[in-house]
C-alpha cells in the first residue's frame, strides 16, 4: 500500500461547481496535513495547513482531517476558472520530510 | 510577501557533468529542504537541513548528491556527476520550524534536463 494515495483525475467541473479532493494515508502517525496548488511549470503553492483532526475553512476552502479513517479532503466551493491546477496533499510527523500525493488535476469549465 | 528563490530557472547538462542548483529561501526560515519531481510523477523529498548539517536524507539523496549553506542566504544542491535519470524538476523549500510543525513554502524550481 502507498503511504499516501490521491486520485490523480483529471477532473474538470464547471463553474460554480463543489469540488471534493481526497487523499488516503497508511502512516498513522502523520500529524500535520497540508494541501498545497501547483500550477503548470511553478512550485507548489501552500493552500491550507492542519494538525490532527478537525476542519479547517479559509474562504472558499475547506480542509478535513479524519485520523480515524486515514482519510483528509480539501473542498472548493464556487469553484472559478483560476482554481485550475493540480491539487497536492501532503503530510508529515514529527521529522523533516513530507510526504507528497500524486496531485489531482482539476479544470473548471467557464 | 517574501519568497523562495531559485537559479536558474532552466538547466541543461551533458551526462557525467557536475550541477549546482541554487536557492535563497526566506530570510528568517531555519529549515531547508530540496524535493524533485520527475515529469509526470509525484513531488519526491531529497533532504532536509537545519543547523548546518544534513537532519534527514530520503533514499533517492546518494553519494552523488551534496547540499551546502555557502554563506547566509543562500542553499544549493549539488549533483556530482549527473545521469540521464536526474533530469527532473528541483524544488527547494524553507520553513521557519521543522516541516512537522510549520508548512514548506516552494520555489519556482530549477527544470534540470540532462542529455
Known amino acids: 500500500q502507498k503511504e499516501v494515495e490521491q486520485d490523480p483525475g483529471p477532473l474538470s467541473v464547471p463553474e460554480g461547481a463543489i469540488v471534493s479532493l481526497n487523499c488516503t494515508y497508511s502512516?498513522?502517525?502523520?500529524?500535520?496535513f497540508m494541501w498545497y496548488r501547483q500550477y503548470s511549470r511553478k512550485g507548489p503553492e501552500l493552500l491550507m495547513y492542519t494538525y490532527s483532526s478537525g476542519n479547517k475553512e479559509d474562504g472558499r476552502f475547506t480542509a478535513q482531517v479524519d485520523k480515524s479513517s486515514k482519510y483528509i479532503s480539501l473542498f472548493i466551493r464556487d469553484s472559478q476558472p483560476s482554481d485550475s491546477a493540480t491539487y497536492l496533499c501532503a503530510m508529515s510527523h514529527n521529522n523533516n520530510d513530507m510526504r507528497f500525493g500524486a496531485g489531482t488535476r482539476l479544470t473548471v469549465k467557464p | 510577501e517574501p519568497e523562495v528563490t531559485q537559479t536558474p530557472s532552466h538547466q541543461v547538462t551533458q551526462m557525467g557533468q557536475e550541477v549546482i542548483l541554487r536557492c535563497v529561501p526566506i530570510?528568517?526560515?531555519?529549515?531547508f529542504y530540496w524535493y524533485r519531481q520527475i515529469l509526470g510523477q509525484k513531488v519526491e523529498f531529497l533532504v532536509s537541513?537545519?543547523?548546518?548539517?544534513?537532519?534527514?536524507k530520503s533514499e533517492i539523496f546518494d553519494d552523488q548528491f551534496s547540499v551546502e549553506r555557502p554563506d547566509g542566504s543562500n542553499f544549493t544542491l549539488k549533483i556530482r556527476s549527473t545521469k540521464l535519470e536526474d533530469s527532473a524538476m528541483y524544488f527547494c523549500?524553507?520553513?521557519?520550524?521543522?516541516?512537522?510543525?510549520?508548512?514548506?513554502?516552494f520555489g519556482n524550481g530549477t527544470r534540470l534536463t540532462v542529455t
Open positions: 537541513f537545519y543547523n548546518n548539517e544534513i537532519s534527514e
Open positions: 530570510s528568517n526560515h531555519l529549515y
Open positions: 502512516n498513522s502517525a502523520f500529524q500535520y
Open positions: 523549500a524553507s520553513s521557519i520550524q521543522g516541516a512537522g510543525n510549520s508548512p514548506l513554502h
